[in-house]
C-alpha cells in the first residue's frame, strides 16, 4: 500500500467480497454516518462489543453519547432493517422501554450507508446490571415480554 493510499489493503486471508466491506470502515467513515444524523463529533471513536455486527460510540460536542450500528453486509437486507426500526418504533409507542433510530438528513430516514454498509444512529442508553431477580420482579419481566410478543404478534415478520 502508498503511503498516499486512502484505501487499506485487505489481506486475502480476510473475510469473503461481503465481510471485507468492514476492512473500509474507517474512524473517518464512521464519523461521516454520524454526521448524516446531525452529530458533531469529538474526534474519538469507541467500538463497542458487537457479535454480528460493528457498533461504535462517540461523544458530540455538548458530551452527548451517540451509538451507530453498522449492519454486517450481506447478512442484512435493506428491508430487514427497515422492518426491525418500524418493530422498534411500534414498540416505543406502546411506551415499551427501547431505544429508537434517529431520522438522517436529508430524507429523514433511518437506514444510511457508507462504503456500501448499511448504519443506523442511536442515541446511547446505559443499561445497568440486573438486581437479583426475585419473584416480583420475574414477574415484572414476563409481562414486558409479553408485551413485547403482544406487539409482534400483530404483523407477521418480513425479512
Known amino acids: 500500500m502508498s503511503p498516499r493510499s486512502d484505501r487499506r489493503e485487505v489481506p486475502e486471508s480476510k473475510g469473503d467480497g461481503l465481510t471485507r466491506y468492514f476492512y473500509e470502515l474507517t474512524p473517518e467513515h464512521i464519523l461521516e454516518a454520524f454526521g448524516q444524523a446531525g452529530v458533531i463529533c469529538q474526534p474519538a471513536v469507541r467500538f463497542l462489543n458487537s457479535l454480528e455486527n460493528r457498533v461504535a460510540q ?25 422492518e426491525e426500526h418500524a418493530f422498534l418504533a411500534e414498540l416505543g409507542a406502546q411506551e415499551l422501554p427501547v431505544v429508537c433510530p434517529v ?13 456500501g454498509i ?7 442508553r446505559a ?7 426475585t419473584v416480583a420482579r420475574a414477574h415484572e419481566l414476563g409481562d414486558l415480554l409479553a408485551r413485547v ?10 425479512g
Open 103 to 115: 431520522p438522517l438528513q436529508p430524507d429523514r430516514r433511518t437506514v444510511g450507508e457508507v462504503v
Open 127 to 133: 443499561g445497568r446490571p440486573p438486581d437479583e431477580l
Open 149 to 158: 410478543h403482544s406487539v409482534g404478534a400483530r404483523s407477521a415478520a418480513r
Open 118 to 124: 448499511y448504519f443506523a444512529v442511536f442515541p446511547h
Open 58 to 82: 462517540v461523544d458530540d460536542k455538548e458530551g452527548e453519547r451517540w451509538v451507530a450500528k453498522f449492519y454486517r453486509p450481506g447478512r442484512w437486507s435493506l428491508e430487514a432493517i427497515l
